[in-house]
């Protein structure tokens, strides 16, 4: 990239700050940071298109046409507690704020990387969602697109430690819900206890909740909500439990439904899928992967992980997906969130060469 490294970790402090201090849960208005994003690549002579849900939307846009496509997501989880650090604060040249490793950091290279890019002539598209961390129908629209189609590849920026992530469990979460009679509780004969069926329930498949020792090669599954009752002294007419199941291939959302149901039976209960995501696969032999690797260098792995990203989307339109980016994967959705600015810099300039190498230029 053309400028010195100061001025480059300079650049990436501004954009980053400007990111962070934007709010954007689910719960935020989406539109100034979309405006924010859409302002930065207009200054680069891009013209970006908008799809998806209209308060949620993904940004895309070209150079071009063909070239790698690099991917990010703008929005983030809420700020929760425990923070010892105000968004946008820096201190030795780490920057702390909620999203600024998931993954603000990724975007701000992406647009960094734009630059450069535009500036030396080299196709590429980019594209912005800002609904991962809920539906992800942004990216589902984008993958639709001819650009995603034609694309040499499609990086997104999630935080890896500049490893490859090229293979993904498959997501499935489902609800279970019971009914019984509401009665008082000094006489239950005359109720019929609706968590007490659910707790029946959940029983007989305890065995697919164990942890077990390989969590990356083998299904996990937690029960994670439970409601029911309305007060201590009355019998619950209704409960419902919410549950994961993270899988790896080639299991699919069907045959973990088999597997659950084949302990719970067919009786006394009511199962909803709530959410599905198949698992992803990249060949890791593929051009696309082998050159990222190459650029990199020695130091990065090819990975699988348990948790679901936009790759999932995109596979659908282009089986050349891969996760990297800079920042650590385990400090997203923690207090005192924080990327180091230099692996900012040093994505901006991996993906720079990478769609140059990618293009030929």
Not at 223 to 237: A, D, E, L, Q, Y
Not at 329 to 357: F, N, Q, W
């Amino acid at each position: 990239m053309p400028r010195d490294g100061d001025s480059l970790k300079g650049n990436a402090e501004n954009i980053l700050s400007d990111l962070v201090l934007m709010k954007s849960t689910s719960d935020d208005d989406q539109k100034p940071i979309v405006d924010y994003v859409s302002q930065y690549l207009r200054r680069l002579g891009l013209r970006p298109r908008y799809l998806g849900d209209a308060a949620h939307p993904a940004i895309l846009t070209q150079h071009r046409t063909g070239g790698v496509m690099l991917s990010g997501h703008l929005d983030t989880v809420p700020h929760g507690d425990g923070w010892t650090r105000e968004d946008g604060d820096v201190e030795g040249g780490v920057i702390y704020g909620r999203g600024a490793c998931d993954m603000k950091g990724g975007c701000t290279a992406m647009l960094m990387a734009a630059e450069a890019l535009v500036a030396g002539n080299v196709p590429f598209s980019v594209c912005f969602t800002t609904d991962e961390e809920t539906t992800m129908h942004g990216a589902a629209a984008a993958a639709r697109s001819k650009i995603v189609e034609k694309a040499a590849a499609v990086v997104v920026a999630e935080p890896s430690n500049f490893n490859i992530v090229i293979k993904e469990k498959g997501l499935l979460q489902f609800s279970l819900s019971t009914t019984g009679r509401a009665a008082h509780a000094s006489m239950p004969e005359l109720g019929d206890n609706a968590i007490a069926k659910m707790t029946s329930v959940l029983h007989r498949f305890k065995e697919l909740q164990r942890v077990p020792d390989d969590t990356l090669k083998r299904m996990t599954l937690s029960v994670n909500t439970i409601k029911g009752g309305t007060r201590i002294n009355v019998i619950p007419s209704a409960c419902s439990a919410e549950i994961d199941v993270r899988y790896p291939p080639p299991m699919t959302a069907e045959s973990v439904l088999g597997l659950v149901r084949n302990k719970i039976g067919s009786r006394g209960y009511q199962l909803s899928v709530l959410h599905q995501l198949d698992p992803v696969e990249t060949n890791p032999k593929s051009r696309a992967v082998k050159k990222l690797q190459a650029i990199i260098g020695p130091t990065a792995k090819l990975e699988t992980v348990p948790y679901a990203t936009e790759i999932v989307m995109f596979r659908r339109g282009n089986p050349r997906v891969m996760v990297c980016g800079p920042g650590d994967p385990k400090g997203c959705h923690i207090a005192d969130e924080k990327v180091d600015l230099s692996s900012v810099v040093r994505a901006a300039e991996l993906y720079t060469e990478y769609c140059s190498r990618m293009s030929g230029a």
